[in-house]
């Protein structure tokens, strides 16, 4: 069994920045393949970045040159820093680990089945 757990979520005004943690609890880690996503009220979840073995990254294009996806192997950890923050940015972050990884991680290569943390809320005023 394992899972995720996130924090750093909070109330900033526009262009204010957070940092969002993402710690592993038993075998809810991937080093392989892990990413953030989030959902804003009355949206479907989107992908926000993704970093693979090697530590390449993937971002969506609203976020790219704003945020910046790490982790930390020894600490199995995977963080997301929030800089620039917009009001269109307000929504519930997730973070994910891809369970068995194949291929190439982007935004398709999680699924339900995958493991997901509860989320942290960011809410951005303008």
């Known amino acids: 069994q394992g899972h995720l757990v996130e924090s750093g979520g909070g109330s900033v005004q526009t262009g204010g920045s957070l940092r969002l943690s993402c710690a592993s609890v038993g075998y809810g880690y991937n080093r392989a393949c892990m990413g953030w996503f989030r959902q804003a009220p009355g949206k479907s979840r989107e992908g926000v970045a993704t970093i693979d073995y090697d530590f390449g990254t993937i971002y969506e294009d609203s976020v790219q040159g704003r945020f910046i996806i790490s982790k930390d192997n020894e600490k199995k950890s995977l963080y997301l820093e929030l800089n620039n923050l917009k009001p269109e940015d307000t929504a519930m972050y997730y973070c994910?680990?891809?369970?068995?990884?194949?291929?190439?991680?982007?935004?398709?290569?999680?699924?339900?089945?995958?493991?997901w943390g509860q989320g942290t809320q960011v809410t951005v005023s303008s």
């Open positions: 994910a680990a891809v369970e068995h990884f194949r291929g190439f991680c982007n935004f398709d290569a999680f699924y339900p089945q995958d493991y």
